[in-house]
């Protein structure tokens, strides 16, 4: 398990930065010197010794080249002018173009370093960093999916009413309706095992000896009531009412929430402030109204007044997987231990970080003077649409084609100089292009200004701040 960082003591925190006449690094070049002083008072005194990562922030990131060997095993990363050197003297080939990774053309030395890699788990994002003990490797923040829900509930919806209409004459089964041990629903199934591939797809590319993850348990009952106490956890909020429809108009006082009586309707009814198919019917989901508001609702004549809960999807997940992805890496062979988010907050504000799943990462990997490399920004989507007709109009064929000149959507593009991705797609040949963040480059340019880098795939990636061709340009 991580342990919280030990301040060192041997050096004063009013000390100030000058070297001494015994200091080791009188043979050592500037640079060097500089590094190791800094490196000796940063957990001391933050604010009076910063780090060189604190100094110049994002410009002392630094591109990093992974490497194969003949085998296609990973060795220790290099650095773009050696890669280059390689790829001029064709003693390597270009694998992939992000991250950029070569593999050998001939046999070398296969001597590797500790590598330790840092997962801060999450529901919709997640965070990697790999460290060496001198420098970090790798770093990337992953957007998951968050439209499963939504996409397999309207499955759902429209397979009900299919069979409902085709096969009304059969009768129901019930010999195969029982839940596997360890069954979890279809979406946090999907997230589980992302989490699985991102690291085995790091393995790849890294000769990684230990993986470290940060799980969480949380309390739900304790964070929607935080004074409750022994035998309440037992008497949930519905206690003594017979349905939760009695115990919304009671939590209510049996008043449209909307105008507040003033309509002088007598009939009340139960609204679902997100749709049921998604947000479900817990209390939180449910409103009070009179008959007359939920019909103008409906007709979109108005709009509510009430206030969207947020709900515990995240805190859910987190509960549900903490001990499943670390079993899941071990039975793959993996060296795995696990921290909390406790004890990373602590020596993320030790080291004077920024909240963020990227220095979540590194901190949780055993980072603290480490020279920070290059960032990249990965979003995960889907890999097809199955779908066959038009949801809006099911009558009608989805007959959009999968190729459009060439470009399909999610395909990596150049732009003039900008690296973007294909996010729209019209037959006659002009495409929407964005970076993964949503910014739009141009909404609608010719397939003949654009040129094919990388083929769609499930996980998009680029670097992030830092969106460049060959050439280096950056965009504004």
């Not at 002392?60 to 060795?75: A, E, F, I």
Request: aromatic share 8%; with cysteine; glycine share 6%.
């Amino acid at each position: 398990m991580q342990k919280l960082l030990e301040r060192k003591t041997y050096t004063p925190k009013s000390t100030p930065h000058a070297l001494g006449s015994v200091s080791p690094c009188l043979n050592s070049s500037l640079a060097e010197t500089t590094v190791m002083q800094a490196s000796k008072t940063s957990d001391n005194s933050p604010d009076e010794a910063p780090t060189p990562r604190a100094q110049g922030g994002q410009d002392l990131r630094v591109p990093v080249v992974y490497v194969l060997n003949m085998r296609g095993d990973p060795l220790m990363p290099t650095t773009p002018k050696k890669a280059k050197t390689l790829l001029n003297k064709g003693e390597a080939h270009v694998i992939t173009r992000t991250p950029f990774t070569i593999k050998l053309n001939k046999p070398t030395g296969e001597t590797t370093q500790e590598v330790t890699l840092g997962v801060d788990a999450g529901y919709s994002n997640v965070g990697l960093s790999a460290i060496t003990d001198k420098k970090e490797v790798h770093s990337s923040e992953v957007r998951l999916r968050i439209d499963m829900v939504k996409l397999n509930s309207e499955r759902s919806m429209y397979r009900r009413t299919r069979r409902n209409r085709k096969t009304w004459y059969r009768q129901p089964r019930f010999l195969n309706r029982s839940k596997r041990e360890g069954w979890l629903a279809p979406s946090l199934q999907h997230k589980l095992d992302t989490h699985i591939k991102l690291v085995q797809n790091m393995a790849k590319v890294l000769p990684f000896s230990k993986v470290i993850v940060e799980i969480a348990s949380f309390d739900i009952q304790k964070i929607m009531n935080p004074d409750i106490t022994n035998k309440e956890y037992q008497q949930g909020e519905q206690l003594d009412f017979y349905n939760v429809r009695e115990y919304v108009f009671h939590r209510d006082n049996h008043t449209c929430q909307h105008c507040k009586g003033k309509s002088k309707d007598p009939v009340l009814v139960v609204h679902h402030i997100i749709t049921r198919q998604t947000g479900g019917s817990r209390p939180e989901n449910l409103v009070t109204l009179c008959k007359e508001c939920h019909n103008k609702h409906h007709l979109g004549l108005i709009v509510l007044k009430v206030k969207k809960s947020k709900g515990f999807k995240e805190a859910t997940f987190m509960s549900l997987i903490k001990s499943r992805v670390v079993d899941k890496l071990k039975e793959l062979g993996f060296k795995v231990t696990s921290t909390y988010g406790y004890i990373t907050k602590y020596n993320r504000e030790a080291l004077g970080l920024k909240k963020s799943h990227i220095n979540d990462a590194f901190v949780i990997a055993g980072g603290n003077t480490q020279k920070r490399c290059d960032e990249h920004l990965v979003k995960q989507v889907r890999k097809q649409n199955r779908k066959l007709f038009k949801g809006s109009r099911s009558h009608l064929r989805n007959t959009a084609p999968k190729f459009v000149k060439g470009f399909q959507r999610y395909d990596k593009v150049l732009y003039g100089k900008l690296e973007c991705f294909v996010f729209g797609r019209r037959k006659t040949g002009y495409f929407n292009v964005r970076l993964l963040d949503g910014t739009v480059i141009r909404s609608s340019v010719s397939y003949k200004k654009l040129k094919l880098l990388e083929s769609s795939r499930t996980l998009l990636k680029e670097r992030k701040e830092c969106h460049f061709s060959s050439t280096g340009i950056k965009i504004p």
